[in-house]
């Protein structure tokens, strides 16, 4: 079964992994109906930096602002926003070549947040009157039009329009930057583009305040692989699997994980790479080869 760790192999070769599959290979994680969802940093690259540490510090401003604005604390709001991003702005000038896409993007979503809140509060509310549309109708208008965006960026995420998907989810998250699967989608699209470090940045929120979500874990795991963090990596798939054992790339994927491993987990990727053809997932020859080999040079000889 193709996934994104094997789409990983293809731009990090990792000693005792074998064949190389196909980049297109990640295309299973945008394939399913609707992506789930980007928001603190935990263990990201280079955390213990100082520029790290004030990221860190300016998404917990920005997260008290939106639990602000969700309870009607509209003015507290606001000003908890404009303070996050002066702080991502003040990070950006500071350390210009530290992830500066996710800051500057950080920034902007704060910053349009504090404005939208503010000319709400500017504009008079109409009075109220039997035809009026209640404030439910109009969020889920929203809420429909984001499901088609993801929808249609799923589809030129399958067809490799990286570009175009980019610029569409970009559009829905200047929109509304809270959605939950333009954010993992993005996250993927980053991915794809290599860009291992924005990925983790944008994905490893979703797994911290959703940590059902099965698509978000998938997509972190492989961003891991890629840039050498095996072990973030296995911590990953592992609590995939507690949410849900049957998915047959989960077991795939740590199978491959398990066998990069110093020294390799050889019994274990063998019980996961049995489970996942059990679940249907295809044969791979390459890891077959790794586990029979490393099975025979195990034996004493006699």
């Not at 109009?138 to 030129?156: F, I, P, T, Y």
Request: proline share 6%.
């Amino acid at each position: 079964m193709s996934t994104l760790i094997n789409a990983v192999r293809t731009i990090r070769r990792v000693p005792a992994c074998g064949a190389i599959v196909a980049l297109a290979a990640m295309i299973w994680l945008v394939a399913g109906a609707g992506a789930q969802d980007m928001d603190r940093i935990r263990d990201a690259p280079a955390v213990g930096t100082p520029a790290a540490f004030r990221f860190r510090d300016a998404d917990s401003i920005r997260l008290e602002a939106d639990k602000a604005r969700d309870a009607g604390e509209t003015s507290k709001a606001i000003q908890l926003y404009r303070a996050a991003a002066e702080d991502y702005s003040r990070l950006l000038r500071d350390y210009p070549a530290w992830e500066p896409a996710v800051t500057r993007f950080r920034a902007a979503s704060c910053e349009n947040e504090a404005k939208r809140l503010s000319e709400e509060m500017s504009v008079p509310k109409p009075p109220s009157s039997p035809s009026a549309r209640p404030p439910a109708d109009v969020r889920a208008d929203s809420d429909g039009l984001m499901r088609e965006l993801c929808a249609a960026a799923s589809l030129m995420l399958r067809s490799g329009q990286l570009s175009e998907a980019r610029a569409l989810l970009s559009r829905g998250l200047r929109t509304d930057p809270d959605n939950v699967s333009a954010r993992v989608l993005m996250g993927i699209v980053h991915c794809r583009e290599r860009g291992y470090d924005n990925a983790i940045f944008l994905l490893r929120p979703v797994v911290d305040e959703d940590g059902a979500n099965v698509k978000a874990r998938m997509a972190l795991a492989a961003a891991y692989y890629a840039v050498g963090r095996v072990l973030s990596a296995e911590s990953e798939l592992r609590r995939v699997l507690e949410t849900d054992e049957r998915v047959p790339e989960a077991h795939y994927n740590m199978a491959q994980v398990l066998l990069a491993m110093e020294p390799p987990d050889l019994a274990l990727a063998g019980r996961h790479y049995r489970r996942a053809l059990a679940l249907g997932a295809a044969a791979d020859k390459s890891i077959e080869a790794r586990l029979a080999g490393a099975g025979n040079a195990a034996k004493p000889a006699l």
